[in-house]
């Protein structure tokens, strides 16, 4: 048993350890103009240096733009925090799901923050490394009805000044559903995106940007694969979802930001589809143009606003010249002749768009068929039954 | 690829027509009268082959859908709550099953309990764009997860019957 005066001397001891911890934790304070005098207590200094060495044309115009990180995940969480580091003027922050022990093999998070939700612990730290940006949080799944409606509003009027669309919006999020949910927004907003993704086994990832009816958007064609060489076949499902490297989301996580600042500071050249085989280390490029039969009825209406908006100010055309790949010597005129024809094989494998060495799509969906309504073999019909009537016989059985 | 029973079953399933999700406003209502149709064929087929093994029940928008399935392992019947929404982006994308009681307790599931399906079914869902609905979802992506999870989950002790857990 301690004595009075022994708790007394514990009491004073624990108050100065205290005051140390309080003293040492510097807080960094709002800082109203970004300045490039180049001190130690300058934050921005070495960003506007690219102003000095001639990368950059006006980097506080950083300060004007708004972006929406969509998945606050392994990616997102890096793009949010070099987006920050750098100076952005906001960011919005969507994610439905909470910090795990799980997620610790991923930058960013901490295992002090598990069970808190994605976007509150970010906001938080993002809050401690640059108070200058104003952070808007949302909690939910964006690919349900009400949350979609939200996040539709959120996209179209959540800039800094509070009524004008944001800037940019980056997909960081880990699921087809909700990259397709991302797509039909943007779509119809005419908002400009750029989605990334890291394959399952952790050795591929990529970058898209989305200029929607001027670039192919995500509906326009399966998703796009990064080849890795690996036997698809060969890979080992068993037990597991997915794998996942830190390296892989930072790399990638740094080329989307690295775009994402070209296109907003105007620098440099923005890549519309960057890929990175992680195994060989190599980076396919290249641009898309859009499906004309895309299955987006809001793409294809953005491709002829573009189209019109094209036509309205003709550009100077630089003319290609394809070559055809003729083999020199064919003594035997030697052909390759398939089994199915062409035409066959292309309405089963329906539109591929043009895509360079080193990607191709996950898989492929048949063209779409000028089909008769009576020719779809269906087995339900036009019910004659009502929809209560309907429930109330699933619930009976 | 699909096991010759799924195959079978899958067959059976009478195949949906209008491509509508629920932001396609009336549209959307035959669609789900389509979905409840299909449905309503699958259970009763599966009745009949003596393979009954779900129970599926909407709110009155048909965008949210809970029930319960089961599934019989050495005479025992082990039974569990599923739920799922309609995403937006349906029937483009497929819904995404949830088994919440199983979230944790196997890595074959994302979080929030949404099964892992395997590398076939996306394709196989996107080839048949719109006339696959929640029944072939049930029939392609939940049954088999059962039939290779639950299983796997009993033998490791994770999952115990209903009986013996209040037992012991």
């Known amino acids: ?397 | 690829m699909v096991d010759a029973g799924t195959k079978k079953a899958l067959g059976k399933i009478p195949l949906l027509k209008t491509k509508a999700g629920p932001r396609d406003g009336e549209l959307w209502i035959p669609r789900i009268k389509e979905e409840y149709q299909s449905l309503i064929a699958y259970v009763e087929n599966n009745k009949k082959d003596d393979n009954d093994w779900f129970r599926l029940e909407s709110n009155k928008e048909g965008t949210r859908w809970f029930g319960k399935c089961w599934y019989i392992h050495e005479l025992l019947k082990y039974e569990f709550e599923l739920e799922f929404d309609i995403p937006v982006t349906y029937p483009t994308t497929a819904p995404e099953i949830a088994i919440p009681e199983l979230d944790g307790k196997t890595a074959k599931m994302y979080r929030g309990g949404k099964i892992c399906l395997t590398d076939h079914f996306k394709p196989l869902w996107a080839r048949n764009v719109p006339r696959f609905g929640i029944a072939h979802a049930m029939a392609l992506g939940l049954g088999p997860w059962l039939a290779v999870e639950i299983p796997d989950l009993i033998s490791k002790g994770i999952v115990q019957h209903k009986d013996s857990a209040t037992k012991s």
């Open chain 1, 1 to 397: 048993m301690s004595t009075i005066e022994e708790l007394k001397e514990r009491v004073r001891c624990l108050e100065a350890e205290l005051e140390k911890s309080k003293k040492s934790s510097v807080a960094r304070q709002k800082i109203s103009q970004m300045s490039s005098e180049v001190v130690d207590s300058n934050p921005y200094s070495r960003l506007m240096a690219l102003k000095r060495m001639g990368i950059v044309d006006n980097y506080e115009k950083i300060r004007d733009y708004t972006v929406a990180v969509v998945g606050v995940g392994g990616v997102g969480s890096v793009t949010a925090e070099m987006l920050t580091r750098c100076g952005i003027g906001k960011l919005l922050l969507f994610d439905y799901d909470k910090v795990e022990l799980a997620n610790m093999n991923r930058l960013f998070f901490q295992p002090h923050q598990s069970g808190m939700s994605k976007v509150e612990a970010a906001e938080k730290t993002l809050r401690e490394i640059n108070p200058d940006v104003e952070f808007e949080t949302h909690n939910y799944n964006i690919t349900t009805m009400d949350n979609f409606t939200h996040f539709m509003n959120r996209i179209s009027t959540g800039s800094l000044q509070g009524n004008s669309p944001v800037d940019l919006v980056l997909s960081c999020v880990d699921n087809f559903e909700a990259r397709m949910a991302i797509n039909t927004a943007c779509n119809e907003l005419g908002q400009t995106w750029i989605e990334s993704g890291v394959s399952e086994n952790a050795v591929s990832g990529h970058i898209q940007m989305i200029k929607p009816g001027e670039t192919s958007c995500f509906a326009c064609a399966p998703p796009l694969v990064v080849a890795t060489g690996t036997d698809e076949k060969t890979l080992k499902r068993e037990g597991v979802c997915a794998a996942s490297l830190p390296t892989t989301m930072g790399i990638v996580a740094g080329l989307l930001v690295q775009n994402t600042l070209k296109y907003l500071l105007q620098f440099g050249e923005v890549t519309y589809y960057l890929g990175y085989n992680a195994l060989q280390d190599f980076f396919p490029m290249m641009s898309l143009k859009p499906n004309p039969t895309c299955d987006d009825s809001f793409c294809k209406k953005q491709q002829n606003i573009y189209q019109e908006r094209l036509a309205a100010k003709p550009e100077i055309k630089v003319e290609e010249v394809a070559e055809e790949v003729t083999h020199e010597e064919n003594n035997w005129g030697i052909e390759l002749v398939s089994e199915t024809s062409e035409l066959e094989l292309k309405e089963a494998e329906g539109v591929i768009p043009d895509l360079v060495a080193g990607v191709r799509v996950a898989y492929t969906t048949p063209a779409p068929q000028p089909t008769q309504e009576a020719d779809i073999p269906s087995g339900t019909g036009d019910a004659t039954e009502s929809l209560d009537d309907l429930m109330a016989k699933m619930k009976s059985l």
